[in-house]
Nanobody, 125 residues
């Protein structure tokens, strides 16, 4: 069972930046996708961003495009999420995930096999 270890959550003010990281304990392959979802209280888990290993292409939810940047370190099997211009509506538990979805399924929680335990991000003044 692969382990995904997340770090970097915290409490920040609106407009601030925060960076998350997620390290996978297993070697990723060309078909892997690693990404981030988030879940706010009382809401369903939603897609944030993902990085497809074979194409090296990041994909983003419209709500974070232009503010968040996902990147990877292939040698470390690690992805990062740089979050800028944070808003109160970004407050949620952020989950790292790993799977091998086809491109059209990359935004669906059901397409991923493995999940981290989550890290809390709170944006509040």
């Amino acid at each position: 069972q692969p382990e995904l270890v997340e770090s970097g959550g915290g409490l920040v003010q609106p407009g601030d930046s925060l960076s998350l990281s997620c390290a996978a304990s297993v070697r990723t392959t060309s078909s892997s996708t690693m990404g981030w979802f988030r879940q706010a209280p009382g809401k369903e888990r939603e897609f944030v961003a993902a990085f497809r290993w074979n194409s090296g292409t990041p994909i983003y939810a419209d709500s974070v495009k232009g503010r968040f940047t996902i990147s990877r370190d292939k040698a470390k099997n690690t992805i990062y999420l740089q979050m800028n211009s944070l808003k109160p509506e970004d407050t949620a538990v952020y989950f790292c995930t790993l799977g091998s979805p086809i491109l059209s399924e990359s935004r669906r929680t059901s397409a991923y096999n493995y999940w981290g335990q989550g890290t809390q991000v709170t944006v509040s003044s």
